[in-house]
C-alpha cells in the first residue's frame, strides 16, 4: 500500500522532502524508504509576517513519518539553534513516547532544559513504529517471588505505574524510628530494585529528592494506610509522626521525591505522639491520634480542616512518647471508623464529617472483643456491593474474634472466614471488584503455625470466596514463608502484589490464590492531538487498533482475555475482543467524541515463556492521521547584523540517516537597524580630462576653479558617491539625478552592504552662458529583506557648481 508523507501544517512552510527511487532501480524488498523529515516553522510574533522581524518568536515545527517496515526501533532526532537566533525555555515539545534533551555544546545533551543557553535539542525513541502515529507499552511480566530490601518489616506495596508503562511497588517498613531509611521501591518490570537506589531511602519533612542513609526525620506507624491523591497520580499520602508533631506525609513516585509534610497536632501534654489511618472521604484525610482525637486535612489545599482536631470517639492509645496507636481506619457511609485496642477492650468507634462528632448511635465506642489486639478496621458489604458498616477481627489470643456494625450502630452478621484462626495476626485487607461482579476482600494473616496466607471473603456471595483455599498459602513464595501485610490489587494484570514481614514481594491470582499469577496487562493511553504542536486542525483522521507486540500467541489465553476502553474521565465505553490475530477493533470509535482514550488489555497467559531471553512485550495502540511533530521555539536575534535565519534537523531510525529540509528566513530590518545612506555630489577642477574619469585624482571639489572650463562649451566632470554607512544593507538603489540623465544611467540599480560605497562618473555639455551650473543628486533604495512592496527611502541630495569666469 502506497503510504502518504504528512507534512505540517504551519504559516510558513518552507520546503518538502521527497523520498524517490531512480527510475529503472530495484529497491532490495527488505530496505525501506528513508524516513521523512520536513520542518517548517511559523512566525508566532508576527503571524504570516515573510520576512519575519527581529526580537520575533518563531515555532519550528519538525515532522516526523516513520518508514520503517515493521517491528519498533530507536530513532534519534536532533536540531540545532542556529546562532542568530535564542532559544525559548521550556518550549520543547516532543510526541508521547518520545524522550527530550538539550544541549549546549551542541554534543552532549542532558535531560533537563537549561533554558537559553541551549545551542541544539533532541527527541529519542527507544521503540520508533511504523508510521509514528502510535503508542506502546510494556506488557507486565508474571510477578516472581522478589526479595526486597524491605529488613522485614515492609508494609503493604503500592503498585505505581509510569508514564511508560513501567509497573513498580513501592512500600514503607511500618513502626520505625526517624532518621532510619524506610522507603522501597521494586521494578516489578525488571524484577529488580529501581533506579535511584540504593534503597531503602529515607523520608523527611522537606520536599526535595530522596536522600540517602540515615537522615530521615519522619517517624512511620504501626499500621500504615496510605491513600493516593486522586488529583495527582503518583502522589501518596501517609501517616507520620516527627519529634514536634503528628500529621501527613507526602511522596511524589513519579518524582522520587518529598512532597511535603502537614502537622496536624502537636506532640506533648494534651497532645499525640502517634495516629492510626489514613483514610478518605469528601476531599479529606482522616486519622485517629494516639489521645483518641481525630485529625484532618484537606488533601487539595493540603492544610488541616476547620476546627481540627475533633472530639475523641475512641479512647486514647498508646499516647506516650514512641506511641504507637493499635488498630486501624475504614470508610463507610462517608463516615468514620476506627478500631482500637490500648491493652483492654477491643472497640470500634464512629466519626461522623458532617457534624465533626461522633455518628449518631455510636455516642460511645462499640466492643469488638472483651480483649486482645486489632490490627485492622475493614468496610462491611452487601450482597449488593453496597458499603453498609465496619468490622474488626482481632489477632488470635488464642482465636480471633471479628465483629461487624451497621452505619447506624446496630450489630452486624460478621464474616465467619476467621473463625477458625488461632494465634493468627489479621491485617487490613485489600478490596477488588472482579470480572465476574463480586466484590471480595482478601487479608493478610501469620503467626502460630502459619508462615503467611491470604484469607478470601467473598461479599457479594456472602461467603468464603469459591475457588480459593481457606486460608491460602503460598509455597512457591520463599517456601511459604512470607509473613504476609498486605496486598494491592492491580486491576490492569488481575493480579494481588503482596509483602510481608518476610521481606518477599510475589504475585497471587485473586480466583485460584496461585503463585505467581501467570497473567499480564498494559495500560496505554492514548491522545492523538498530544502528537501535534503547530496549533494545525485535522491532523487526527481516526482511531484504528491496539495489538499485542513480540508476544507468540500461542502463549495467549485470548478467549479468556479481555479489554477496556475508557475516556478521559475514567469510564469504561466499550469491551472490544480480541481477535485471532490478537488485535482490537478500535475504528468505530470517534476521536471527536473521544479525544482520548485509554486502552487497558487484560492477558490471561498460558505460560510466561514471552517474557524471557530480554524480550519486552507490548500493547500497541495506534491512530490514523499526519505525521507526528517536533516543536520548539526560538527568538530572532535583536542584532541589526543578522539578516536572516536558518534550519536544517538530522537524525536516524531504522531505515537509516536523516535530513531534513532546510528552512531559511529573511529577518526585516526594524525602526532600529535602518540603513544610514549619503551621497555626495562633487565636480572635478582639473584641466584635463583623464584626471576626471573613473578613479581618477581630479582633484574632486565642490565648486570648479573659475577659467577652467572652455570658451565656447562647458564639459563638467561629475563624482557621485554613495555610501552605507550601516548597520544593514541596501538594495535595488538608484541615482535621482533631474539635470543629468548619463548621471542617472551610469549608476544603474545596484545593491551596497553595510560599510560599502560605490562612485558614478558622468559629465555634462552646456554654453559657457548658462554657467554657473548647479547640479544635485540624490539616491534611492530599500533596506535589505524589507517587506515586499516596501517603498524606496529616499537620502538628502548633494550639491556641486560648475562654475563661470567670474566665479559662483
Partial sequence: MKRRLAFARSTLTVGVVIAAVAAGVAAPAAVAAPSGLTKSVQDVTSPGADPVNHADTLNWVLSYANTSSSGSAPATITDPVEGSQAYVPGSLQVPPGWTPSWSTDGTNFQGTDPGAATVAVRATNPGARPGGTNLGNILLAPVKPTATATGGDGYSPIVYRRADGTVEAWNMYHHLYAAAPKLVCTDLTAGAPCAGGPWPRPVNTAPGPLGSGATGDIATTLTPQYVQDPGRPGVVYYAATTAASVGVGCLDLAARANCGYFPLVSTGSGGAYGLAGLVTTGGNLYGFGTNGQVLCLTIASQSPCA???????????????????????????????????????VVLGCFDPATASACAGWSSPHPVAPSGNSYDAYTAYDTGNNAVGACSTTAGNPTSTTTCYQIDGTPLAAPTVFNGLSSQLVFNPENALGP??????????????????????????????????????????NGGVTRDYGYAYDPTTRCLFGLGDAGILFSEDPSTSNSPCIHSGADVTLTPSSFYCDGGANHIHGYTDARLENMNLANVNLAASTADVSDVNGSVFAHPSFAADGSLDLSGISPAAHPAITVSAHLVLNNSNDFTGGNQPHLVVSFTGDAPQICFRTTVSSTCTVSGVTDTATGSDATGPLTSNTVSLRVAPGSGCQPNVTVSKEICASAHNSDCGPGGPGPWVKHATPGLLGLLLANPHWRITVTNAGPVGITGATVNDSAESSCRSAAGTFDLAAGQSKQVYCSTQLLISLLPFTNTASASYVPVNSPDGTPPSRTTGSSAVACNLLGC
Fill in 307 to 345: 476546627g481540627q482536631p475533633y472530639a475523641p470517639v475512641v479512647p486514647a492509645n498508646n499516647n506516650g512518647p514512641g506511641g504507637l496507636y493499635m488498630g486501624s481506619l475504614a470508610v463507610a457511609g462517608g463516615k468514620v471508623f476506627g478500631s482500637s485496642s490500648p491493652g483492654g477492650p
Fill in 436 to 477: 465476574d461482579g463480586h466484590l471480595r476482600s482478601y487479608t493478610g494473616i501469620w503467626g502460630g503455625s502459619v508462615a503467611g496466607a491470604t484469607v478470601c471473603y467473598d461479599w457479594t456471595a456472602a461467603a468464603a470466596c469459591a475457588g480459593f483455599p481457606l486460608p491460602a498459602t503460598h509455597p512457591s513464595a
